[in-house]
């Protein structure tokens, strides 16, 4: 979870990020104002999360930029934690904040391993 961590840090400074872990679940917060479901683009691939997501800026005709800081796009890829999963993931777009959830992939059941022997003594 620490590259995940890592990679988080490394954002553009406009985007601010919170990553959450419950027992079953890794959850990433990520403020994108501007951003709609629409105009933003998540997959999991090869144990990489890629995000890509696009804000619209409508520039009245009478203004032209005299500074320009807020970015118009968002592309990253992050690595995923060893034990999380795309399969079950969903996300949520809620004014401007982008929640993702990420199941964990589930542990083998305790269970007692039966030990056999050789009753032929080869």
């Not at 620490?2 to 959450?20: G, H, I, K, T, Y």
């Not at 399969?87 to 039966?114: H, N, Y």
Request: glycine letters at 6%; zero cysteines; a negative charge.
């Amino acid at each position: 979870m620490s590259a995940l961590r890592d990679a988080l840090q490394e954002l553009p400074d406009a985007v601010f990020a919170d990553l959450l872990e419950s027992e079953d679940a890794y959850l990433i917060v990520l403020d994108l104002p501007g951003v709609t479901a629409e105009t933003a683009d998540i997959g999991v691939d090869s144990g990489r999360l890629t995000i890509e997501a696009r804000r619209e800026k409508r520039l009245p005709a009478e203004f032209q930029y005299v500074r320009e800081d807020r970015s118009l796009f968002l592309d990253a890829e992050l690595p995923l934690p060893p034990d999380a999963t795309g399969a079950g993931a969903d996300a949520e777009m809620e004014r401007g904040v982008l929640t993702i959830r990420l199941p964990k992939r589930t542990a083998a059941p305790e269970r007692s391993i039966p030990i056999t022997t050789d009753e032929d003594g080869a």
